[in-house]
């Protein structure tokens, strides 16, 4: 039987599931419209500063942790980290000390009772959820399930101890609130509509709960999140070493605009190169889709395929995700406060919305960790935004609206840091029409597939299309755990592609 792999992106989903291919013995070639690997998880490089494109953050490089495993199968070292910790300080509005998201447990259920006097029972059922939760992904299920095979990896998963999750299965975060009577407590719930912001794209209102005691949990030991030694570029330019090393190829500056099938189970795929403008088709037994679903659906022309109207009419019907607006600065070291933690969390008016510049999520370099020359740093921070603002406006009007945003950010951010003409060395902004062009994501989006009770977990987009051997990883069918997510839908997606031999 043949076994050509062709993967359909070079972001960390796409690196991980080709690298393990290619190790278990596959013919995989990776084709990349970029012309850096990485994703939404590389970086670029101003005056010898270096920024992070997305992503800012890794988990799951703990002993056992997901890129732990997966890098020990492909026989190449984790790169060198620094835990968080804190892993986030959250400033609410009109507040100057930080709600510290401690790593060490104790510290942080300290933290939390202190910050939310009365709270401390709806902590222990998120803990409690997340300590099922956590073993019962350690034993790679299957979800959504969608043959006879899957369900089987879904039910060995299950034990005694996932039983508890079951009467939570169908409730947000807000219906837990109200169970503690918690919902009326402001500060509380505005923490946890900022933190799951990140996570799961959504508030506590519309958030699984079974998905946020996992994103809220996942930062404490053993587990965490870490700073990568010299920039996120770091994890995929590993991952790419895997991938070569096991006799995988890679290919940056080709875009692939269109996936049809064949009568013969063979799967075709048109690719455009960047530089020239060529095209030409390749074909494999199996496709790996490292994309946007809302990417995918458009890319796919079989239009026979039976589910497959039902899936795009799904993708279709999916609430509108978010962009990002972000702003890079290259800044002297007296621009950063003593002590400062590496991210942060600003809201600034409980009134207004999480995003458009009212919240703002921020990173930090630390010294020496590569990012910047000897007394300077890197800051980045980023708000989410509603694409069609930034998509469907005049050139004249874009320039406009980027420089208010970039202004309105600098001045929220001065409030905090030392930022002035003298201060910052490097100032640019990214916008969803930015990272349209550079990752071809649609509209711009990021973050994936907010974790509604509807998408979420059973519920979810699966890593099985209705397309035979046409799989997709990333962020729409793991998303919010960042790094860590994306290479859990690979390796799930790996072990599928194993199974159909």
Known sequence: MSKEVIVIGAGIGGLTA??????????????????????????????????????TQVAGLELGGIHDRIFKKLDIDLPPVTP??????????????????????????????????GSEPFWQLLAKLFQASWKFQGR??????????????????????????????????????????LYS???????????????????????????????????????????????????????????????GKL????????????????????????KTGETFTKTATHIVAN???????????SPSKPGLNLYQQRVEKLPEASGAFVIYLGVKEEAIPENCPPHLQFLYDYDGVIGEN???????SKQGDGRAPEGQRTLIASSFTDTQIWNNISEEKYQQLKQEYSNEAIARLSNYFQLNSDTIIHQEAATPRTFAYY????????????????????????????IRNLWLVGDSTHPGEGTAGVSYSALTAVRQIENKG
Request: charged share 20%; proline share 5%.
């Open 18 to 55: 080709g690298a393990l291919l290619a190790h278990r013995g596959y013919d995989v070639t990776v084709y990349e419209q970029a012309y850096v690997p990485g994703g939404c998880a590389s970086t670029f490089k101003r005056r010898g500063l270096t920024f992070d494109v997305g992503a």
């Open 358 to 364: 009212n919240s703002l999520f921020v990173s930090v």
């Open 84 to 117: 968080c910790d804190p892993a986030c300080a959250v400033f609410l509005p009109g507040e100057t000390q930080p709600i510290n998201v401690w790593r060490d447990r104790k510290k942080w259920q300290q933290e939390r009772q202190k910050q939310f006097p």
């Open 291 to 301: 994309i946007p679903v809302q990417n995918l659906v458009k890319m796919i022309d």
């Open 251 to 274: 290919f940056t500056g080709h875009y692939v605009e269109k996936i049809e099938t064949l009568e013969n189970n063979q799967t075709q795929v048109m690719i455009r190169q960047r």
């Open 439 to 466: 990752t071809a994501r649609d509209k711009g989006i990021v973050g994936g597939i907010g974790q509604r009770v509807s998408t979420f977990g059973p519920f979810g987009i699966a890593t099985r299309t209705p």
């Open 140 to 181: 790679d299920p299957v979800l959504p399930p969608r043959n006879l095979w899957d369900v089987w990896q879904l039910t060995t998963a299950l034990r005694l101890d996932t039983l508890i999750t079951v009467p939570f299965t169908l409730m947000t975060v807000g219906d837990a609130l109200r169970l503690y009577g």
């Open 185 to 247: 407590d402001r500060r509380l719930k505005t923490f946890l509509d900022l933190q799951l912001k990140l996570y799961s794209q959504v508030d506590a209102d519309e958030t699984a709960l079974l998905y946020a005691a996992t994103a809220l949990g996942v930062s404490q030991e053993p587990q965490g999140l870490y700073h990568l030694q010299g920039s996120m570029q770091v994890l995929s330019d590993r991952l790419v070493q895997g991938l070569k090393k096991h006799g």
